[in-house]
T-cell receptor
Framework: AQTVTQSQPEMSVQEAETVTLSCTYD???????LFWYKQPPSRQMILVIR??????QNATENRFSVNFQKAAKSFSLKISDSQLGDAAMYFC?????????FGAGTILRVKS | DSGVTQTPKHLITATGQRVTLRCSPR?????VYWYQQSLDQGLQFLIH???????AKGNILERFSAQQFPDLHSELNLSSLELGDSALYFC??????????????FGPGTRLLVL
């Protein structure tokens, strides 16, 4: 079965600093998508960034970027210039056919 | 706002009862997915419909069923409810089925509390 592992249950970052959230996954597919979703206290699931596995270039969305290492099956999220509004649970997910498989999540705390 | 709507936002019911959760996908999306988020199981895929047809099933209990209607909205029916069914139920939608854009956009969720 496809699995996604987020080894950091909780992370903290100082406002304006940079933080990296880790994610590893296991898949037998050659073409797939990877995602990071943010879940703030409202519990809404918000798409942060996505990566298509066949693209070698790492995806970037404003302050959010990924480090995608296909051979290592690693997909980390870097948040630059952290803001108080970035505080949330972050989920890594891999697309497996018709479904998303999620990791357990990482709680990100932002200190002012 | 993702464009995916879910009703109701909150639902409190008793064990043994039946409830229906409703989802309207983003305009133009043909795929609807249902997920359950609970404290002990995390986020789990339940079922996927594409243009009215069931495409994939995940860890969905036999007491649960879903359908997608011709106008593409979907309903998730939960019956013979147990305490352990208390969870946040998400609906998500995407453009494609097995091909095409795979990005899923999530609704705000329905919080179900079974007492």
């Amino acid at each position: 079965a496809q699995t996604v592992t987020q080894s950091q249950p909780e992370m903290s970052v100082q406002e304006a600093e940079t933080v990296t959230l880790s994610c590893t996954y296991d898949t037998s597919e050659s073409d797939y998508y990877l995602f990071w979703y943010k879940q703030p206290p409202s519990r809404q699931m918000i798409l942060v960034i996505r990566q298509e596995a066949y693209k070698q270039q790492n995806a970037t969305e404003n302050r959010f970027s990924v480090n995608f290492q296909k051979a290592a099956k690693s997909f980390s999220l870097k948040i630059s210039d952290s803001q108080l509004g970035d505080a949330a649970m972050y989920f890594c997910a891999s697309e497996n056919g018709n479904k998303l498989v999620f990791g357990a999540g990482t709680i990100l705390r932002v200190k002012s | 706002d993702s464009g995916v709507t879910q009703t109701p936002k909150h639902l409190i019911t008793a064990t043994g009862q039946r409830v229906t959760l409703r989802c309207s996908p983003r305009s133009g999306d043909l795929s609807v997915y249902w997920y359950q988020q609970s404290l002990d199981q995390g986020l789990q895929f339940l079922i996927h419909y594409y243009n009215g047809e069931e495409r994939a099933k995940g860890n969905i209990l036999e007491r649960f069923s879903a359908q997608q209607f011709p106008d593409l909205h979907s309903e998730l029916n939960l019956s013979s409810l147990e305490l352990g069914d208390s969870a946040l139920y998400f609906c998500a939608s995407s453009v494609g089925g097995t091909a095409g854009v795979k990005t899923q956009y999530f609704g705000p969720g329905t919080r179900l509390l079974v007492l």
